[in-house]
Nanobody, 126 residues
């Protein structure tokens, strides 16, 4: 069972990146998925979460209006579109999923997640 986050890189302030989370070993479409990030010297924080159906999403206030989470269950992927990037968005971004399918605690929290991807670096220059 593995999650793979990809799509990170270097962007200028105001630019865009698209992160993708893919799964191997299990069917991601049955799982809620969250994106979390950790900046240097800071604790990991929740960015956005989406339920397995895609019917409910959470977006952190710090990225609201700029980041959008979506899923393509046919492709077994979850995407985080990041627009209007700011230098403070610089971090390692991780995707995560709960251990159990069809489970979402109702809040986008680390403790609700069990499987974690490897992380992808996002660097935003000013």
């Amino acid at each position: 069972v593995q999650l793979q986050a990809s799509g990170g890189g270097l962007a200028q302030a105001g630019g865009s990146l698209r992160l993708s989370c893919a799964a191997s070993g299990f069917t991601l479409r049955s799982y809620a998925v969250g994106w979390f990030r950790q900046a240097p010297g800071k604790e990991r924080e929740a960015v956005s979460c989406i339920t397995w159906s895609g019917g409910s999403t959470y977006v952190a206030d710090s990225v609201k209006g700029r980041f959008t989470i979506s899923r393509d269950n046919a492709k077994n992927t979850v995407t985080l579109r990041m627009n209007s990037l700011k230098p403070e968005d610089t971090a390692v971004y991780y995707c995560a999923a709960p251990f159990s399918p069809h489970y979402y605690s109702g809040a986008c929290l680390e403790r609700g997640m069990g499987y974690w991807g490897n992380g992808t670096q996002v660097t935003v220059s000013s």
